[in-house]
């Protein structure tokens, strides 16, 4: 059966842009998302664990939403086709596979025609438009695993209104089940367009619907389903919203299907579900489009650059098994992924140290030489698919940034960026990462090394330009001392005060930094005046700011990125000037809200 269509809407802000197109596709869809990571795409049976690692490969959305000339000669979104799938396929074979790039995900539209009409089978499921697919998606897993690649497919979540057919429609392999028992009875919608009726698991037909969904793409040999505008997340929050009992009947109904299918979900999830989608799922998208819906595939303020702000609350929910999803990472052609090239090496670089699955949206068969150097570069895949933690800022963020994170042979991967529209000079000091003196820098997008540098590196950057080095400390532990927040030793004014906090050193932070609330550390003592790199530990589960200061200086507004949190404590550094002596140190929150201050640890001397 075919539903009937919905016209397609204009674009309007980018956040909300992809669920009007899928508003107008009767059901929803967004950015697509890759196939799980298995290392051999030839593996059925499971024996390569699902999402050990970050998937790599190809995703159709970037090149269906843009308004680049030429893409979608049909309409809009009409570049999905099953030749442009296979075309990408063969090149994805040709050109990325040995790198590790190894999926081919085709994204929303799949079962709809030119008009937008959505098409089902007589069991309420999503079968494939005959013209965008004349051979069915069974053939075109086919031809994607004959290329030693995996295959991925798309589906909003919730049961979309095309499919409820009255009530009537039967549930495949479950006699006596129609679509009428698995929603509810006043038909309230869900996901993140509201084209989809609430699915009522309280009803084990329910189950046996999702178990149909599931064993047609196992049927099919698909192994990665994308589930889109779930909730919490999408833009939406509610009980209709709250699509965790959706994502976990998917996990339950793919363990018996009978083929490993990695489960991705989309998009803004709520982050106070992770664990949630850590539990149920092997991957979810942590932010908005990164598409611009535009006439490139993306431009760096619509929305590369959101990225920096919203990753580091995420950079402790990522693991073997789930990961951080970012979006597409379209850096293969310049003039049509709409940036520079600084800001092209800024894009991988984060998505990199973020360990985010690395799909391009880009066509793989125009890719310019820059965007292959920085698609193949090993060195930087290696930091996305190694074993070390997700990296998060080791700075206060602002314009300029350092981000970091420790391996586990004791070297520390380093990233600059200079997020400014002018260039800027970034310094990364290893006072930050705990240790001094000398260490070995090897630059990985240049694949050079760069000697040994003592205490620090600088970079000067162009404006959204990055760097990326492998740091290696040859020199000393830095001698350090560190003072606790609650101390009765600190002066705390306005309505700052003591807490219990268990991820924090002592048991305690100081919180209630607000409307004027000031935290003074007093007796903090060094041997000689210099600029002093301190440590901040502290808990904040929204990004927050405070001025800080040392002595009776005049002291500057500092960002704290979130924690994730408020029972999360992380780390940054700011660069504080301090006299031989006794010095004081506070954390002001002004007019606003501070975050909560764990301690800080304090170089002996510069």
Not at 134 to 163: F, N, Q, S, T
Not at 302 to 330: I, T
Request: proline share 5%.
């Amino acid at each position: 059966m075919r539903s009937s269509s919905y016209p397609v809407l204009p674009g309007t802000a980018r956040r909300s842009l992809r669920g009007l197109v899928v508003l107008a596709l009767t059901a929803g869809f967004a950015t697509a998302f890759p196939a799980a990571h298995a290392d051999t795409p030839s593996d059925p049976a499971g024996t390569t664990a699902v999402a050990a690692k970050p998937f790599m490969g190809w995703s159709s959305w970037s090149m269906q939403s843009s308004k680049y000339p030429g893409l979608n000669p049909e309409g809009d979104y009409s570049y999905l086709t099953e030749a442009n799938v296979l075309k990408q396929t063969d090149a994805l074979a040709a050109k990325l596979k040995k790198y590790g790039y190894d999926h081919v995900n085709i994204d929303a539209g799949w079962w709809m025609d030119k008009n937008w009409k959505t098409g089902f089978d007589r069991y309420g499921r999503q079968t494939p438009d005959p013209v965008r697919f004349p051979r069915g998606m069974k053939a075109v897993a086919d031809h994607i695993h004959a290329k030693g690649l995996k295959a991925g497919i798309y589906l909003p979540v919730g049961l979309e209104k095309g499919a409820y057919g009255g009530g009537e429609v039967p549930i495949w392999n479950a006699p006596g089940c129609t679509t009428g028992d698995i929603v509810y009875p006043d038909l309230r919608t869900t996901n993140g367009w509201d084209n989809a009726y609430k699915i009522d698991f309280g009803d084990a037909c329910a189950q046996k619907y999702i178990d149909s969904q599931a064993q047609q793409f196992a049927d099919w040999g698909y192994d990665f389903l994308k589930l889109d505008g779930v909730g919490p997340g999408s833009f939406k929050s509610g009980d209709n919203y709250d699509n965790v009992a959706d994502v976990a009947a998917w996990q339950q109904a793919i363990a018996t299907a009978g083929r490993p299918i990695h489960l991705e979900l989309s998009w803004s999830l709520d982050i106070g579900h992770a664990a949630d989608w850590k539990k149920y799922s092997n991957g979810w998208r942590i932010d908005t489009d990164v598409e611009c819906y535009c006439n490139t595939l993306v431009t760096w303020e619509n929305s590369v650059d959101d990225r920096w702000d919203d990753a580091p609350a995420w950079s402790r929910k990522a693991g073997p098994g789930g990961w951080n999803d970012l979006d597409a990472v379209d850096v293969g052609n310049g003039e049509m992924d709409g940036l520079t090239k600084a800001e092209r090496q800024s894009y991988m670089t984060l998505w990199a140290i973020s360990k985010s699955p690395l799909f391009t949206g880009d066509d793989l068969t125009r890719l310019d030489g820059y965007g292959v150097s920085l698609l193949t570069n090993q060195e930087v895949i290696a930091v996305d698919q190694n074993d070390s933690p997700v990296a998060r800022p080791v700075t206060t963020v602002g314009d300029q940034q350092v981000w970091g994170t420790e391996n586990p042979d004791g070297s520390h991967t380093v990233a600059l960026f200079n997020l400014g529209d002018s260039p800027a000079s970034v310094t990364a000091q290893w006072a930050s990462f705990g240790f001094t003196g000398n260490a070995a820098v090897r630059d990985l997008w240049n694949k050079a090394d760069l000697g040994t540098h003592k205490n620090r590196i600088t970079a000067a950057l162009p404006a959204h330009g990055s760097r990326l080095f492998t740091v290696r400390p040859a020199g000393s532990t830095l001698a350090t001392t560190s003072y606790e927040a609650e101390s009765a030793a600190n002066t705390l004014s306005g309505n700052a005060s003591p807490a219990g906090c268990d991820a924090c050193s002592g048991g305690k932070k100081v919180g209630n930094l607000y409307g004027g609330g000031k935290l003074r550390f007093n007796d903090v003592t060094v041997k000689k005046d210099g600029i002093y790199t301190v440590r901040v530990s502290y808990v904040s589960g929204d990004p927050r700011s405070a001025t800080v200061l040392s002595n009776s200086g005049n002291g500057s507004s500092q960002k704290f990125p979130s924690t994730g949190d408020w029972s999360t404590a992380e780390t940054v550094s700011v660069q504080l000037a301090l006299k031989a002596g006794t010095n004081t140190i506070t954390f002001d929150s002004g007019d606003g809200y501070a975050p909560d201050i764990d301690r800080i640890v304090v170089p002996q001397s510069v």
